[in-house]
Each structure stands twice: as structure tokens, then as C-alpha cells.
């Protein structure tokens, strides 16, 4: 008995010595509160202090030394992934941990960027807390005014809202219902008439990628294949739920809008730290006023800043989904006053502004001539087919839903860079000397599965990914990109002839009795 009795014991003794090893965390995370204030990636939302910030900092540049060190073989790399909106915090936390393991694997040592961009407590702090740029805790007062003025902007702008979903939806369905009596999948976005000059461009694109793949941007956009049949719950459910989705819209108008520009604060916030942010001063705070310390993604900047100096620098990609691309447009903006080489620069259906990108980017790929950047979308036609919430709200991807209402852009450079048709009708901005080394992929469209792997159909796909593999940035080289061009190319012939029919009509020619001379007699 005794003997049983001592051998249970060491079996509990056992046990417990073998607890799951906590993953470290601290050594690839860095986490940041709306506040702009540095958290414990373990205990979210737990902030640290500056100094136990410095020591993380510290840790992670020994952490990735170790990493290096225990490869010899392989080139030292860093990974960078900046997550994008709608996501909390404490689950992108658990996404790092699952992820870490393959990217390792593919010889980066990845860091995330952890932040908080989530809709609903943007919104709400908007109502509660951020008063013309300021945070203000002590003004949730004015909350049910703020309120008040959301529902005034929703209502008043009621027309403007549903006259551009009309417009946008009617495109949708005539492409749709030209798929099915076509039985032609890749009709769904060729007979949109909203993409019309989106077509003619890509053909363009396409074809100077072709004829100067080693001078031109790289470009090359997926068939849509599929069963177009498709379609017909496509038209059917929209018909049926139609007054849901227009009951809506005017709601995500005059939240959603709110909301957007608080996400962007909290993403400048990552820089500038809380004290910058918060501009208050108390008795005792005029010294940190006036000497607020950096941010968390300028002390993320230093390190890489040393990492990619010396006789054997790290190679550094940046990756950024969605309103991640936010955040990455940010801080290769502030890498011009640091010395960091990014060898690429990744984005995955970008919800910044081509705008932004133009800013930012393309001065650094100008400045460093290493460098190169992918901008990875969805198709045209994915991006306006997603559904949520039992399709009872109006169709489309994010980016559409902030071209569309959450943002307010004043002209087309102002619109998502992660939208195809909004990146190709605005490829100018890629000045010569550097289409080389820009590159802009659409993925595949699959309207019935099977669906393959590696080719996103919805927004979030894209972090499911391997983002990390440089294959899954690359177009397709020309041959192939030219041969899924087919559709496009012939779509572009038949603009063409319509366009050059209807100027030789003689509805369009100019009467010849209006410019008639009297005559002489």
C-alpha cells in the first residue's frame, strides 16, 4: 500500500513540474492601449511604466539576437505584423501566439504590433471620452449630445446616403444578373458599370506589365471562376432584404464616420504616447508637457533602427492588413529622420487613403532604392459581394463600407489604397523610377467552393494567410497575368466599339442646319 501510495505521489509530483510552458509574449509583442499607453501583453489590459517598457524593449532585442544566433545559417530577418480594426485586442494577443511558431519557421523573427481599433470601443469612446482631439475622461457629460449629433448627421444626410447605395447596389445587380444569363462568372464585375474605367486601366496596366516587366509595375489581377448561377440567391436575398439594409446604412453612416476618425487617432497615438495625446497640464506636468518621451512605435522604431545597421543587418518586412496599413504608413513616414532599410513593405487590403500611401511610401521606396512594396487586394467582385449579420446590412467589404460611409473623401485619392479599381485608377502616383519595385496583386475570385488555399475571398482572410511567405505577395508573372487578362482585355474592345458606334451614330453627330448659311440672294 505504501509503496502505491509513494508512487501516485511522484506521479502528481511530475505532473505538476510540467506545467505548459507560458509562451514569451513580452519577446514579440508590443501591446498599446487607445491611450497610447505600453501594455502587458500577458495581462491585457494591465499598462507597464516607461521603465519596465525600456527593459521589454531591451529583452526583445536579446531575444531576437538569441534567434539569430541559434540560425547561423540563415539570413538574419524581422518580421513586423500590425493587425488590422474590428479585432479585440486579447484575441490578437492569442493570434501572435498561434502565429509565431510558422513564421519562425520561414526564418523571420516576427513581432506583432497589438492595438486597439475595435468599432465598438472607438465609438464609444468617442461619446465619452475624446473631445476635439483631447482625451477628457471627465466630459462623459456631454455623451447623449454627442449622440444627438451623430443621429443628426445620419438623418440629414439620409438622401445623400441612399442615393449612392442605390447607385452602388444597381451596378452590383446588373453585374449579377448579367452573369447568369451570360452563364459567364467573370461578368459579375466586366457588366458593373461602375468598373468600367477600372477595366480599361487594368488592361492597360497589364499590358505594360507584359511588355516591360522589368521597368513597369508588377500587376496582375485572378479570373473569377465559379458556377455564375450563383448569382441568383445573390439578387434574390438582396430584393428580399433590401428595406433591412437601407433602414441601416444611415446608422453605420453617422456612427460608423465617428468612429473611423477616432481609429485613426488611436493610431497616432501609438506614436506620440499619452501625455502627447492627452494635452493637459496640471501643476506638476509642465515637464511632461514639454518633454513627453516617445511613443511606443518610435522605441519599436529605434530598435529596428539598430538591428538593420551595422556589417550584418537584419533584412526587415513590414506587413499590415487592413487599418494596420494605418499604423506601417506612420512609421516608415517617421523612418525618414531614422536609418532603417525596409526590405519590403506589405499591405493586405490597405484601409488607408492612396493618399496616405503616396505621402509616405513612395518618398521612402524613392529614397531607399532597396526597397519594395506589395499591395495585395481582394477581387473587385469579392470585395462587393461579402455579407454580414444574415445580410441585413448593406453588402461589402470594409473598405467599401468606409469608401462608402465611414470616411469622407474629397477626391479619388482620398479613397482605400486595398480596393482594386481605387489603385489602379490611381497607379499615376508611382512616379517611374520606382514602378520597378511596386507591385499590386488581386487575388483569384471563386463565387462556389472549392475555394484553393492561399487566396482570400473576404476581408479577414488575409490574416489567415501566409504573409510571411514572399510567394504569397508576388503577381503572376506576365504570361499568366496576360492570359487571365482575356476577359478584361476583350471587355475593354467592346468599350471601345461602343464608345466609337456611338459617336458615328446620328443621334451623336452634329446637325448640319444649325451651322447652315443663309444664302445670298
Not at 67 to 96: C, M, W
Not at 171 to 188: C, E, F, L, N, T
Amino acid at each position: 500500500m505504501r509503496r502505491w501510495l509513494v508512487a501516485i505521489m511522484f506521479a502528481l509530483v511530475g505532473c505538476a513540474e510540467k506545467p505548459p510552458a507560458p509562451w514569451p509574449a513580452m519577446e514579440h509583442v508590443i501591446a498599446v492601449n487607445e491611450k497610447g499607453e505600453t501594455v502587458d501583453p500577458t495581462r491585457w489590459p494591465r499598462t507597464t511604466t516607461v521603465e519596465q517598457f525600456a527593459r521589454q524593449i531591451a529583452d526583445l532585442s536579446a531575444a531576437i539576437e538569441r534567434f539569430h544566433q541559434s540560425h547561423p545559417n540563415r539570413p538574419k530577418k524581422i518580421l513586423v505584423f500590425v493587425h488590422g480594426g474590428l479585432t479585440p485586442p486579447e484575441d490578437t494577443i492569442s493570434y501572435a501566439e498561434a502565429h509565431v511558431k510558422p513564421i519562425e519557421d520561414a526564418g523571420y523573427y516576427p513581432i506583432f504590433v497589438v492595438w486597439n481599433p475595435e468599432l465598438g470601443s472607438s465609438y464609444g469612446e468617442h461619446l465619452t471620452k475624446v473631445r476635439q482631439g483631447r482625451y477628457e475622461a471627465q466630459s462623459s457629460w456631454l455623451a447623449p449630445f454627442y449622440l444627438i449629433a451623430d443621429l443628426g448627421r445620419a438623418v440629414t444626410r439620409l438622401p445623400i446616403t441612399w442615393t449612392f447605395q442605390i447607385k452602388n447596389d444597381w451596378g452590383r445587380q446588373s453585374g449579377a444578373i448579367s452573369s447568369i444569363q451570360h452563364k459567364d462568372a467573370s461578368r459579375r464585375w466586366l457588366d458593373n458599370p461602375s468598373f468600367a474605367s477600372s477595366i480599361v486601366v487594368t488592361d492597360e496596366l497589364i499590358n505594360r506589365y507584359n511588355h516591360g516587366p522589368t521597368t513597369q509595375m508588377a500587376v496582375s489581377l485572378g479570373p473569377t471562376e465559379g458556377n455564375p448561377s450563383e448569382a441568383a440567391d445573390y439578387v434574390g436575398t438582396y430584393v428580399l432584404l433590401f428595406p433591412f439594409k437601407f433602414a441601416v446604412s444611415p446608422v453605420l453612416d453617422g456612427a460608423g464616420s465617428a468612429a473611423w476618425d477616432n481609429m485613426y487617432r488611436r493610431a497616432n497615438v501609438l506614436f506620440d504616447g499619452f501625455s502627447a495625446a492627452d494635452l493637459k497640464v496640471g501643476p506638476n506636468d509642465a515637464g511632461k508637457i514639454l518633454d513627453p518621451g516617445d511613443g511606443a512605435m518610435i522605441k519599436l522604431l529605434r530598435l529596428l533602427e539598430a538591428k538593420s545597421a551595422g556589417d550584418d543587418p537584419c533584412e526587415i518586412t513590414l506587413v499590415g492588413h487592413s487599418m494596420g496599413s494605418i499604423v506601417l504608413n506612420e512609421l516608415v513616414r517617421r523612418s525618414v529622420e531614422y536609418k532603417v532599410q525596409y526590405d519590403n513593405i506589405v499591405y493586405m487590403a490597405a484601409a488607408c487613403s492612396v493618399r496616405d500611401f503616396q505621402r509616405s511610401v513612395i518618398p521612402y521606396l524613392e529614397r531607399h532604392k532597396r526597397s519594395k512594396f506589395y499591395n495585395l487586394c481582394l477581387h473587385p467582385v469579392n470585395e462587393l459581394r461579402e455579407r454580414h449579420a444574415a445580410d441585413l446590412v448593406p453588402r461589402g467589404s470594409l473598405l467599401v463600407w468606409i469608401d462608402d460611409m465611414y470616411s469622407n473623401p474629397h477626391t479619388p485619392l482620398d479613397r482605400t489604397l486595398g480596393r482594386w479599381e481605387n489603385i489602379v485608377g490611381a497607379a499615376y502616383v508611382v512616379p517611374e523610377e520606382v514602378k520597378r519595385r511596386v507591385a499590386l496583386k488581386g487575388f483569384p475570385c471563386y463565387l462556389t467552393p472549392p475555394v484553393p488555399d492561399r487566396v482570400p475571398q473576404m476581408h479577414g482572410d488575409f490574416s489567415t494567410m501566409p504573409y510571411w511567405d514572399p510567394s504569397f505577395w508576388q503577381p503572376d508573372p506576365p504570361d499568366i497575368a496576360t492570359k487571365n487578362n482575356a476577359p478584361v482585355a476583350q471587355k475593354r474592345f467592346e468599350l471601345r466599339a461602343y464608345e466609337k458606334g456611338r459617336q458615328k451614330s446620328p443621334a451623336s453627330r452634329p446637325s448640319t442646319r444649325a451651322t447652315r448659311q443663309p444664302s445670298v440672294r
